[in-house]
Nanobody, 121 residues
């Protein structure tokens, strides 16, 4: 069973930056991409962005476009989420996930346990 472990969450002031990491214990044969999701208190989990393992393709939610950047290290089976210009509304638990299809956020096959990001004013 593939396991995903996020790290890098914490408390940051508005305008600051954080980098989240998601280390995978391997890859599922059917997962061609990794995604990041977040869930704020009292809200539904939402898709933040995704990145392909096998191409240069990535995509982002409009709410984070231009501020967040995903990258990957195939040799380490690790993906990263660089978050800049953070806003209080970015406060959430952030989850990484193995995606079967990059363009289909609902194609999650494995979830990580989540890491909390808190952005203070």
């Amino acid at each position: 069973q593939v396991q995903l472990v996020e790290s890098g969450g914490g408390l940051v002031q508005a305008g600051g930056s954080l980098r989240l990491s998601c280390a995978t214990s391997g890859r599922t044969i059917s997962s061609s991409a990794m995604g990041w999701f977040r869930q704020a208190p009292g809200k539904e989990r939402e898709f933040v962005g995704g990145i392909s393992w096998i191409s240069e393709n990535s995509l982002y939610a409009d709410s984070v476009k231009g501020r967040f950047t995903m990258s990957r290290d195939n040799a380490k089976n690790t993906v990263y989420l660089q978050m800049n210009s953070l806003k209080p509304e970015d406060t959430a638990v952030y989850y990484c996930a193995a995606l079967r299809i990059l363009a289909v956020p609902s194609s999650v096959e494995v979830w990580g346990q989540g890491t909390l990001v808190t952005v203070s004013t």
